[in-house]
């Protein structure tokens, strides 16, 4: 063999045959499941809320700097757009909070069974949708 990782390729099948072997699994080995789903969808929606804070930054930048300013931001998010990128915010915000009390029950040594811990994927995902909706809801009709 060429090197050790010639070597790590080798493995046997069922029948005790050799076979050639990834070095490591990838996304295509694996079936997409609801915990690998929940996991990733945490890291984006904790990106997103970065990206949007640096716009939270923005419209107080604006709002500091005078009208003329203020009122260019609010023009922006006030456009279909604006109020695109504000939902999607809101949604990755009540995302990443649902889904942080499930991490925070696993600390705690809790949930770590498979049924348990599908039911508080769905349970994450349903409160997001189910909060974002009835925030802009009463935005709507507060506003």
């Known amino acids: 063999m060429k090197d050790v ?3 790590l390729m080798v493995g046997r099948n069922s029948e005790g045959k050799l076979v050639r072997r990834p070095l490591s699994p990838h996304l295509q080995v694996y079936k997409p499941q609801l915990s690998s789903a929940t996991s990733i969808f945490h890291r984006i929606t904790g990106v997103a809320l970065s990206a949007g804070t640096i716009l939270l930054v923005a419209w107080l930048v604006a709002a500091a700097a005078g009208d003329s300013a203020f009122s260019v931001v ?4 006030a456009s279909w757009i604006g109020m695109l ?3 999607g915010f809101t949604l990755a915000l009540f995302y990443h909070f ?3 009390i499930r991490h925070l ?3 705690a040594g809790k949930g770590f ?3 348990t811990m599908h039911r508080t994927g769905k349970l994450a995902i349903a409160a997001a949708v189910v909060l974002t909706v009835a925030f802009w809801a009463i935005a709507f009709l507060v506003g």
């Open 74 to 77: 609010q023009a922006i998010f």
């Open 5 to 7: 990782r010639e070597a």
């Open 98 to 100: 649902c889904n942080g």
């Open 85 to 87: 990128v504000l939902f």
């Open 105 to 107: 029950s696993w600390d």
């Open 113 to 115: 069974d498979l049924p």
